[in-house]
C-alpha cells in the first residue's frame, strides 16, 4: 500500500510541474506573439515594399519570383525598419527576381545594388 501511495503522491507531483510548465508557457506565447498593431506595422512595410517593386517593374515584365527568394525576403522585410540600409538590398533584390530581363542574375547570397 505504501509503494502505491508513493506512486500516486509521485504522479500529483509531476502533473502539478506539467500543469506549472503549460502555464509558463502559455504566458511566454502570449508575451512573444505579435500584437495586432505590430502585425498592422508589418503589413505596412511588406505593403510599401511591394508598391516600390511595382513602380520599378512594368507589369509587361513581371514574372512570378521563386519562393525560396521571395518568402525569405518578404519575412526579412516585415521586420526591417525603413531606416535600416538592408530595407534596400531586399527590394532590390526582390525586384530583379520579379523582373524578366534580370531574373536570370538572382541569387539570394548576392547584392544587386541599383
Not at 38 to 54: E, N, S, Y
Not at 78 to 84: G, P, Q, R, W
Amino acid at each position: 500500500m505504501a509503494s502505491r501511495e508513493r506512486q500516486l503522491k509521485s504522479l500529483r507531483r509531476a502533473s502539478w510541474r506539467a500543469a506549472k510548465a503549460w502555464r509558463g508557457l502559455r504566458a511566454l506565447e502570449a508575451l512573444l506573439a505579435p500584437s495586432s498593431e505590430t502585425q498592422a506595422k508589418q503589413q505596412a512595410r511588406v505593403r510599401q515594399a511591394l508598391d516600390a517593386i511595382a513602380a520599378r517593374v512594368p507589369v509587361e515584365r513581371r514574372v512570378p519570383s521563386l519562393p525560396s527568394i521571395a518568402v525569405p525576403v518578404i519575412a526579412r522585410l516585415k521586420y526591417t525598419e525603413d531606416d535600416n540600409p538592408a530595407k534596400v538590398m531586399y527590394i532590390n533584390l526582390l525586384t530583379r527576381s520579379v523582373d524578366r530581363e534580370k531574373h536570370a542574375d538572382v541569387h539570394p547570397g548576392v547584392y544587386h545594388g541599383d
